[in-house]
């Protein structure tokens, strides 16, 4: 910015702060017990809970970033002030997926109403959004030739999250 007198600068800046990305998943037979159980209307549990194909996926994809707007000016020629005005924001979406299937007919009953199971799924998801401000000021003094201290301060950063959790299955 150009002044008659002294100096003022303005500056914009932009960080990807926090990559929120990662994904985990496997498939197969399990021949060991999960304790997995189906409570149904008849009031008895009914488990269905080994030597079954089992499959699952977690996978959560995001990130948070920093916009920052400032500004300083020399307000004589040993002092130099600036303020800065923060804001962070970003989103996620997480996801589970759960599957397993009877592949050997073992839970499987076809006269049966309760208690006989081919396949189970499951499905749950969160989406959330994140929000937040913060300012900061700062001052910079000449005390003398070669001695200089600068100090700043800042507002608490406030952070609002939103959450959408959903799910489906059964």
């Not at 409570?39 to 549990?45: L, Q």
């Not at 948070?64 to 020399?74: D, K, P, R, V, Y």
């Not at 749950?124 to 003398?144: E, P």
């Amino acid at each position: 910015l150009s002044t008659t007198q002294g100096s003022a600068v303005l500056a914009f800046g932009y960080n990807r702060h926090h990559d929120l990305d990662y994904n985990l998943s496997f498939s197969g037979f399990n021949p060991y017990s999960n304790d997995f159980t189906i409570s149904e209307p008849d009031g008895y549990d009914y488990y269905f809970d080994q030597d079954i194909y089992q499959e699952e996926v977690v996978s959560n994809e995001g990130s948070m970033s920093h916009w920052s707007i400032g500004g300083a000016i020399a307000v004589s020629p040993n002092v130099d002030v600036g303020l800065s005005l923060d804001i962070h924001g970003g989103s996620a979406e997480y996801l589970w997926d759960y599957y397993q299937e009877d592949v050997n007919n073992i839970y499987y009953n076809s006269e049966a109403f309760y208690g006989s199971y081919y396949s189970f799924g499951f499905n749950q998801g969160i989406n959330t959004d994140f929000l937040a401000w913060g300012m900061k000021i700062g001052a910079h003094f000449k005390i003398l030739p070669n001695i200089k201290l600068g100090m700043n301060t800042g507002l608490p950063t406030t952070y609002t999250v939103k959450e959408k959790y959903s799910d489906s299955g059964g």
